[in-house]
């Protein structure tokens, strides 16, 4: 074969190949942002907006999707550490629904409510991501504080709160306040824990930081490095120390593993925020 056609066949398998590499499932219209659901390596994700879009809203393996793709999934879900058998959790934010789809297996005996304010968001999450509901596994399609402040009204009690209304920069001004963490705070049950999906480096981390500080005291700080995402585990009550940690961790390691959370890495990244610092709490 010459040059030419050489090169011409090698253009060619690129081309064919790219499409089953990165390859647009469905677009789903939303008031908010299209809805773009596409499969690449193996994997099916969610973006906003284009398929080209920075930073991927939710990802699952096909070939197996309980496995979890995003670390910092892992890592909400070893909040379980602090508290391992919620009955009443309330999740903030569904995406593909990766994080209830995962407790609804682990927690048989909780019942699940979640949050989302684009119903385009639960109707991609139910047709493309298995997302199911059931009495025990609920979808409420409003505000994230709207819901909160009205529970709390209501006198509504949850054992674990997750609150994970984040794009790839940016988290809802009015969900990073010290009057709404107040308000969640007011919906744990006694030894409830709250768990935040944030930023691992942003403008904001040390105000963020402040913020949980003044309202939970001293918290879990959780990295897997200097950049992606970082997990926030605080509690109404007392904290429990790295010796309650492990042990839950390795009692609940055999459960977790088929999610792809290693219980050893995950306890390791359980660091303690330190006391003090001058930066200012978020208020409304």
């Given amino acids: 074969m010459g040059v030419l056609a050489l090169v011409g066949a090698m ?21 908010f942002a299209p809805i773009v659901v596409f499969e690449q390596y ?23 999707p309980d496995r979890m793709v995003f670390e910092y999934t892992r890592m909400m879900t070893s909040a379980l550490f602090v508290s391992p058998e919620p009955e009443s959790v309330l999740i ?23 949050v989302e304010i684009d119903p385009a968001v639960v109707t991609v999450a139910q ?10 596994q609920r979808v409420h399609v409003e505000d994230g504080r709207a819901f909160v402040q009205r529970a709390l009204r209501e006198g509504r ?19 990073l306040t010290v009057e709404f963490l107040e308000a969640v705070r007011g919906l744990l049950s006694p030894g409830g824990v709250v768990v935040a999906n944030s930023f691992a480096r942003s403008r904001m981390y040390e105000r963020e930081s402040a913020t949980y500080a003044t309202v939970f005291g001293r918290f879990y700080n ?60 978020l208020r409304d």
């Fill in 11 to 31: 253009a060619g398998l690129w081309v064919n190949d790219l499409p089953a590499r990165n390859r647009l499932i469905h677009t789903e219209p939303s008031e």
């Fill in 42 to 64: 193996g994997e099916r994700c969610m973006n906003f907006n284009d398929i080209e879009g920075e930073g991927r809203q939710t990802c699952m393996q096909l070939n197996d």
């Fill in 92 to 114: 903030i934010g569904l995406g593909g629904a990766t994080l209830p789809s995962a407790l609804h297996k682990l927690l048989p005996q909780a019942v699940i409510d979640t």
């Fill in 127 to 136: 047709r493309f991501f298995g997302y199911e509901l059931d009495p025990r």
């Fill in 157 to 175: 009690r949850f054992d674990m709160v997750l609150l994970d209304a984040f794009d790839v920069d940016y988290i809802p001004a009015h969900l």
């Fill in 222 to 281: 959780l990295r897997a490095g200097l950049e992606g995402n970082r997990v926030i585990i605080a509690t109404k009550d007392t904290l429990p120390g790295l010796d309650v940690i492990e042990r839950n961790a390795q009692a609940l390691a055999p459960r977790l593993e088929p999610f792809g959370i290693d219980a050893q890495t995950a306890v390791a990244r359980f660091e303690l925020w330190p006391d003090g610092g001058d930066a200012e709490p």
